[in-house]
């Protein structure tokens, strides 16, 4: 065997007390993380937040489930590990910030920390729209957060019909989308506001815990991706398919008649939808869902989606209907809309941003 030269020698004892170090520094830091976590009962987050895809939808539900368990059962300090979280879809996000943020409000004492994403997007995105803040999970900044993909989510919260808000956030796209658009995305917002000001809270949940206190309470998250908007609003109420038989029950024994007494919450979404649009007197969340539609009319390539307990619904301009049912339900309602806009980007727009409302 060769024997080494003195430089040799020194470039290994070097290499081998860098290793050492490094070693020595992860078990600090491990060391600091368990000591943290001590006391708290620990909870792993999905990888996924997102409520549209099956699998996803699944594990989030279950993992808020989870959550609500805990606090049921007296455990009062959770820390959630978030670390394995590598992606946040706009629905997903705004129903696990208002579950937890409601779940907060309503139990006070609970306490609630975390670990961060390891994907730094992710992370700056928890940290853009408050989530972090409400989880007290510390994320520095980083390159990350000037990404387009981070950086245009914009967020409110109110418990009465805000109209603010709406133009608060269009006004971030002044410029690159039509007035017209504009106008009626502001009345659709503000119509889904008004919604679920009068329609949601009208009784208990499925899963029979009310985080409302009485309150009516609801979250506004919008996102650009790739040219696509997606605005979303969010409440924690009965849900569309709950509420329908108790405002229009005179409709539900016509849909009986006609479909059985097996009506899936999907279809009974879509009838609300079609109700409101071809009645022309008030009805079941008239004006606000048909106010919706109308908006998604006005654009070439638009689409409305409403995602109410265990069903899903997708309305297109142009008139084309998706509607589909899952095994699990969300307990409350997210309405949403997409829409394209030009790929020039407002110089402006970064150095505005919005507040968070939260």
Request: net charge positive.
């Amino acid at each position: 065997m060769k024997k080494l030269s003195p430089r040799q020698k020194k470039h290994l004892l070097k290499k081998s007390n860098d290793t050492i170090a490094l070693r020595t520094k992860r078990n600090a830091y491990a060391n600091r993380e368990r000591s943290k976590k001590r006391g708290y009962f620990i909870l792993t987050g999905p990888e996924h937040l997102s409520l549209v895809k099956s699998e996803p939808r699944k594990k989030l539900i279950s993992f808020v489930k989870s959550i609500r368990r805990l606090i049921r059962n007296g455990k009062v300090n959770i820390w959630i590990d978030f670390s394995h979280t590598e992606k946040a879809i706009a629905d997903g996000m705004i129903y696990l910030y208002a579950e937890i943020s409601q779940l907060k409000k309503r139990f006070p004492n609970i306490e609630i920390r975390s670990t961060a994403p390891r994907d730094k997007v992710v992370a700056q995105v928890f940290k853009k729209v408050g989530f972090s803040k409400l989880i007290k999970c510390r994320i520095p900044r980083g390159p990350e957060e000037k990404r387009k993909d981070v950086y245009s989510w914009l967020s409110a919260y109110g418990e009465n019909v805000n109209g603010e808000n709406c133009g608060n956030i269009l006004s971030r796209y002044e410029g690159r989308i039509a007035r017209s658009l504009s106008i009626e995305l502001y009345k659709g917002m503000s119509e889904a506001m008004t919604n679920a000001n009068q329609h949601a809270y009208i009784g208990n949940r499925r899963d029979g815990f009310d985080i409302s206190m009485g309150k009516k309470p609801w979250w506004l998250f919008s996102q650009e991706v790739d040219g696509e908007l997606t605005v979303v609003l969010c409440d924690l109420g009965v849900g569309i398919p709950d509420s329908l038989p108790k405002t229009k029950p005179n409709l539900i024994e016509a849909l009986i008649n006609m479909f059985g007494k097996k009506l899936t919450d999907s279809k009974l979404i879509q009838e609300a939808v079609v109700d409101s649009v071809t009645r022309t007197h008030k009805s079941y969340r008239g004006k606000g869902l048909r106010q919706i539609v109308k908006t998604v009319d006005s654009c070439d390539q638009g689409e409305m989606f409403i995602l109410s307990n265990c069903g899903g619904y997708r309305y297109r301009s142009g008139g084309e209907i998706d509607t589909i049912d899952y095994p699990n339900s969300m307990s409350g309602t997210i309405v949403g809309w997409r829409v394209s806009l030009p790929e020039q980007m407002d110089l402006d727009f970064q150095e505005k941003g919005l507040e968070c409302a939260y």
